[in-house]
């Protein structure tokens, strides 16, 4: 099941970027050889309890007047209310109640999503508390006083947070058809490909970039299986965002990714792999989801005998990152390799879902081990214990080691290397944890 989607709503300085750094901070792994992929996001994982969910921030905007405020406030509003499981309604009491706050109180109450009225910048409550009533004039709930600087009252509102997440008894009612996200820049050939598979033209498909800005499902049906695939927004670079509303189509792209089984990448064979598509890619690598990457417009291509090793070894070089994504060779337009994307669907699915046995597992290691002697440091040699399989989606294993320290990434890379070599995993990232003898958790 997909994770939760809570969205922090508010007008400019009232403390959501504070708010979000604070919440999300700590909690995003960085990739070291993933290119820009931790950088300038406005979205992150975040555990409270035993509850994950996706944090986004929507702030950034900066209008030029009072009427652009208001128009761009009902953008960014209308654009959590459609992706949010709960939205978080940041408003600031120092400043105190604001028309804007009550505009936009006014659209969410409308809305049939749970909405938190959460007053920040409460660095006193004793001070404070008789301005926070104000807030209670908004008509949405009773507001909740945080300091999102000084992290009070941060607990208390992540309470009230995942109380309204959807119940998780639902989860084996859950729908069981693979779900599929088509990514990628804007004009690359997203809906078209969509429209080829279901043979008629129920996505608008434009050479204006940006022309799909929703997340649209649409089932797919082949050979007696059904298909869910969904549609975003393409990505464009940060200088090249014009309007407001396009800013925000990462957000549809992180949650349709979020839904996803397997996430399709579709690159433009014409204008060829980009840092763009690396940072895209690394959406759906840190999330541990099914990776097929397809580069479109492939009849418009020149070829030779050398035309498709050229560009997968460019591609395997920019996306060097995941070499475990499953690559093809497609044209929307004649339909070419396209009904062979369908066998890669399920290759990759199931591959995500493939457990292997804690004694092959073992064995492999052992072998790995005796080839190649695990780092040492300061006289002291890494040990390793165990594997063992504990999840799938993505297959993640747990080795136990003498020290955690010691266990360096390219040793865990050269584990991942022999277990790939005996059991494939194709299409499917693999994750690692190490866990010290004698560790609980």
Do not use: C
Not at 41 to 50: G, Q
């Amino acid at each position: 099941m997909s994770k939760p989607i809570v969205a922090i709503v508010g007008r400019p300085n009232v403390g959501k970027s504070t708010l979000f750094n604070g919440l999300a901070g700590g909690n995003i792994s960085i990739v070291k050889d993933t290119p820009g992929v931790t950088r300038d996001r406005i979205y992150a994982d975040v555990t409270w309890l035993d509850y994950h969910f996706t944090l986004i921030d929507t702030g950034g905007i900066e209008p030029d007047s009072s009427d652009v405020i208001l128009s761009q406030m009902r953008e960014q509003a209308q654009i959590a209310i459609d992706t949010a499981d709960v939205i978080v309604f940041l408003t600031d009491v120092r400043q105190g109640l604001v028309d804007s706050d009550s505009k936009v109180a006014d659209m969410l109450r409308r809305s049939r999503k749970p909405v938190l009225l959460v007053v920040n910048k409460v660095d006193s409550f004793e001070k404070f508390m008789p301005d926070v009533y104000e807030f209670y004039n908004l008509g949405i709930g009773d507001p909740i006083p945080v300091s999102a600087a000084s992290r009070l009252g941060i607990g208390d509102m992540l309470d009230e947070v995942v109380k309204h997440f959807p119940s998780r008894e639902g989860d084996q009612e859950e729908d069981e058809r693979p779900k599929i996200a088509i990514v990628g820049k804007p004009n690359v050939g997203k809906s078209s490909i969509i429209n080829r598979l279901i043979g008629e033209n129920r996505v608008i498909v434009s050479h204006i970039a940006g022309t799909t800005r929703d997340a649209i499902d649409t089932n797919v049906r082949h050979e007696g299986k059904d298909y869910v695939f969904i549609d975003t927004a393409g990505l464009r670079r940060k200088s090249r965002i014009k309007e407001e509303l396009e800013r925000y189509s990462i957000i549809r792209t992180v949650t349709a990714v979020e839904r996803a089984d397997v996430v399709v990448l579709v690159i433009d064979a014409v204008e060829g792999v980009t840092e763009q598509d690396a940072k895209i890619a690394g959406i759906a690598h840190e999330r541990g989801k099914g990776m097929i990457i397809a580069v479109n417009k492939w009849d418009a291509i020149e070829k030779n005998d050398k035309t498709i090793y050229e560009y997968t070894s460019r591609i395997r070089t920019t996306l060097s990152f995941m070499p475990y994504g499953e690559l093809i060779f497609i044209s929307a337009v004649t339909g070419q390799r396209l009904p062979k994307l369908f066998d890669r669907i399920d290759t990759v699915i199931q591959n995500q879902n493939l457990r292997v046995a804690t004694g092959v597992l073992n064995e492999i290691m052992t072998e790995a081990v005796a080839l190649q002697q695990p780092p040492s440091d300061k006289g002291k040699r890494l040990k390793l214990y165990y594997i063992t399989q504990v999840a799938v989606k993505p297959p993640t294993f747990v080795i136990f080691v003498n020290d955690k320290e010691l266990m360096h990434f390219s040793y865990i890379r050269y584990l991942e290397n022999k277990i790939r070599e005996a059991f494939g995993f194709k299409g499917t990232s693999l994750k690692f944890l190490i866990r010290e003898r004698g560790e609980k958790n």
